[in-house]
């Protein structure tokens, strides 16, 4: 029985076939070389739901259509009409009927989940479900489409490989192993082959990758997006240290971010290196507008006379939350109210006031 391939439209025809009959999942399983798990699965999932009613009747998946008096809740059923309509009979006053409850067929809780071969079909006006194997190929491309995009590999690229990794990862194997012992067949590199496998390309899937259950994934670094990537022109520690040279009597304020949980609020930490005085602004992200918005408050309230005299020039490191220096530098009229530079990269030791 070969487990391990994957199931192709005649093995979905046939399953369809299968359960139009009354067999059970083991019988179809034997019939196209599947386990019974795998027949049960694909069924499970690409069920196709119909509202459809019974001969003479409309759709009505009321639990109280049976002896329901009820007329009038909608349209159709209006009491202004000349012959009564009953609700039970209309099958569109479910919608607006503050009575209705759903009614699900009880077969459908169990195998085969579905009414193919149900022989009270043509009288049951309930939701009836179903397996269409074509349906059921065309969703499987479908997802295989969307698993694949961005991955060039061809179908039957993809199924030589498949032939060849699947029933030995099944046997045990490690994906290592595997790429040592059959390079010449592969003509892929082992990395390439990780993330075919992470796209769930092949019959066998990460669970059968005994180490792979075992591990944590690994933390992604955030992406950090800069708002001027060149912003650092003009602003490293030399340029610093040039003005500072031209201009030794200044106050330096050092800034820094003091994080917690990752993607929580955060500390802005503002450190008066002459006075040793620290304070702590919180932010709800670490992001540059909240540290722009911050200084662009500060300036309001403390005026362009007092806040060049606080805050004559800025050492931060190069975090993206400072990455907009020119919002920070020059008010909204492009007078400049401070100076802003950067630390070298990796180098907190820089600005060791607000470190301590």
């Not at 196209?32 to 998946?61: M, Q, W």
């Not at 993809?158 to 046997?171: F, G, T, V, Y």
Request: aromatic content about 8%; hydrophobic content about 30%; some cysteine.
């Amino acid at each position: 029985m070969t487990k391990y391939k994957q199931l192709t439209l005649d093995d979905r025809l046939l399953i369809e076939a299968g359960l139009k009959e009354g067999n059970s999942f083991k019988g179809i399983g034997e019939r196209i070389g599947k386990d019974c798990s795998t027949v049960s699965k694909e069924v499970r999932s690409h069920l196709v739901f119909k509202k459809s009613g019974a001969y003479g009747r409309p759709f009505n998946d009321c639990i109280n259509r049976k002896g329901c008096r009820i007329s009038g809740v909608c349209k159709a059923c209006s009491p202004e009409k000349a012959r009564v309509r009953y609700c039970s009979v209309c099958g569109k006053c479910t919608t607006f009927c503050t009575l209705y409850k759903k009614e699900e067929c009880p077969r459908l809780a169990k195998p085969p989940y579905v009414c193919n071969g149900c022989s009270q079909q043509r009288l049951c006006t309930l939701e009836k479900r179903f397996y269409d194997g074509a349906k059921a190929q065309m969703e499987y491309r479908d997802v295989l489409s969307e698993a694949r995009r961005g991955i060039a590999l061809s179908d039957e690229e993809q199924k030589r490989l498949d032939d060849i990794i699947s029933p030995l990862l099944l046997k045990g194997q490690s994906l290592h192993h595997i790429c040592l012992n059959h390079k010449a067949e592969l003509m892929v590199s082992e990395r390439t082959l990780y993330t075919y496998m992470d796209a769930n390309l092949f019959s066998a899937r990460n669970i059968d990758m005994p180490r792979k259950v075992r591990m944590h994934p690994r933390r992604k670094r955030p992406d950090t997006v800069k708002v001027d990537p060149r912003c650092r022109e003009g602003r490293t520690l030399e340029d610093f240290k040039v003005f500072m040279d031209e201009n030794p009597d200044t106050p330096l304020v050092e800034l820094d971010s003091a994080e917690g949980t990752k993607g929580r609020a955060v500390m802005l930490t503002i450190t008066f290196v002459t006075d040793g005085l620290q304070l702590a602004v919180r932010r709800e992200h670490n992001d540059s507008q909240s540290v722009t918005d911050l200084f662009r408050r500060l300036y309001l309230e403390l005026g362009p006379n007092t806040f060049p005299d606080l805050f004559p020039v800025l050492l931060a490191d190069n975090g993206s939350e400072f990455s907009d220096p020119k919002s920070i530098e020059f008010d909204a009229n492009g007078n400049r109210r401070t100076w802003l530079f950067y630390c070298n990269a990796s180098a907190p030791y820089q600005k060791g006031s607000c470190e301590v």
